[in-house]
C-alpha cells in the first residue's frame, strides 16, 4: 500500500460497473434455477425428456457462480499488484535488474500456481542480490 | 502455469469444440427438419439431450482453456468461446480464432500482460 488516502482494496467491488454485474449475476442465476423448476415440473407431469434439464440447469448456475466468482478473484488480485508495485524501496546499493518479462501479477500469479516456478524466482532474486555486493 | 497442463487443455478443448459442434450441427440441421417436416421428434430429442451434456462438458474444458492461454475473464473473446457451444457452426471458426490469437502464442511462452478485468 502508498502513502496518502488508502482506498481498501475491496472498494472496486461496490463501483457502479461491478454492482451492475453483481446484479447481473444475480438475476442470471435465478433465471436459470426458475428454468430447472419449470423443467422439474414438465418431468413430473411425464415429460421424460426434461429430466435431463431438470439437472442441466443447476450445472449451469454453479457455472456462473464460479464465473462470477473468478472476475472478482482476478480484479483482486490485479488491484494487489498495482498497489505493490511502486512501494518497492529503491535501496541505493542493489542493482535493479534491468528489465521484467512479466508484471508482478504475472508472476504472484505464477507463484501461486507454481511451486516450482516460485522456487526458481526465488533464486533468480537470490542471484540479483549476489551481484549487488 | 505448466507446460502440460496448457497442452492437456488445449487439447480438451479442440476436441469438446469438434465433437459438440458435430453434435449441434446434425441437430440442427437434420435432425430438428426431420421433426418438422418429418413429423418424427425423437432424433431430435436423443441429439439434443446429448448436446446438452456434451455443452456442459465443453464449457468446463474451455473454461480451463481460457484461464490457461491467460484470457482475461469478463471479456468479449472469452464469452464468444463459452457460447459458441450452442450457435451451430459457430465454434469451428472460434476454434480457429482462438487458436490464432491465443494458443498458439501461449504455447510458444508468451505470457499477454495482466489486464484489468472490468473496464
Known amino acids: 500500500m502508498t502513502g496518502g488516502k488508502p482506498r481498501p482494496r475491496w472498494r472496486f467491488l461496490v463501483s457502479p460497473r461491478w454492482l451492475a454485474w453483481h446484479a447481473f449475476a444475480v438475476a442470471a442465476a435465478w433465471g436459470m434455477l426458475w428454468l430447472g423448476d419449470w423443467q422439474f415440473h414438465r418431468a413430473e407431469s411425464g415429460n421424460a425428456l426434461s429430466w435431463a434439464y431438470t439437472f442441466e440447469w443447476p450445472i449451469f448456475v454453479i457455472f456462473g457462480v464460479v464465473f462470477w466468482a473468478k472476475t472478482i478473484v482476478d480484479e483482486w488480485r490485479h488491484k494487489g499488484a498495482t498497489d505493490r508495485r511502486p512501494a518497492r524501496p529503491a535501496s541505493g546499493d542493489v542493482v535493479e535488474l534491468p528489465a521484467r518479462a512479466h508484471t508482478a501479477a504475472a508472476v504472484d500469479d505464477d507463484a501461486a500456481a507454481d511451486p516450482e516456478l516460485a522456487a526458481y524466482n526465488a533464486y533468480l532474486a537470490r542471484l540479483n542480490s549476489r551481484q549487488a555486493r | ?119
Open chain 2, 1 to 119: 502455469m505448466r507446460p502440460d497442463w496448457l497442452r492437456l487443455v488445449v487439447h480438451g478443448y479442440r476436441a469438446m469444440a469438434y465433437v459438440t459442434g458435430t453434435m449441434l450441427c446434425i441437430l440442427v440441421f437434420v435432425c430438428i427438419p426431420v421433426q418438422v417436416w418429418g413429423h418424427n421428434a425423437a432424433p431430435a430429442d436423443v441429439v439434443g439431450t446429448l448436446h446438452g451434456f456434451l455443452y456442459i462438458v465443453y464449457i468446463i474444458v474451455a473454461f480451463a482453456m481460457t484461464r490457461a492461454v491467460r484470457m482475461k475473464i469478463a471479456s468479449p473473446g472469452t464469452i464468444i468461446v463459452l457460447l459458441a457451444g450452442t450457435i451451430p457452426v459457430l465454434t469451428f471458426v472460434v476454434e480457429r480464432w482462438v487458436t490464432r490469437r491465443y494458443i498458439t502464442p501461449a504455447l510458444a511462452g508468451v505470457t499477454p500482460s495482466e489486464q484489468p478485468v472490468l473496464r
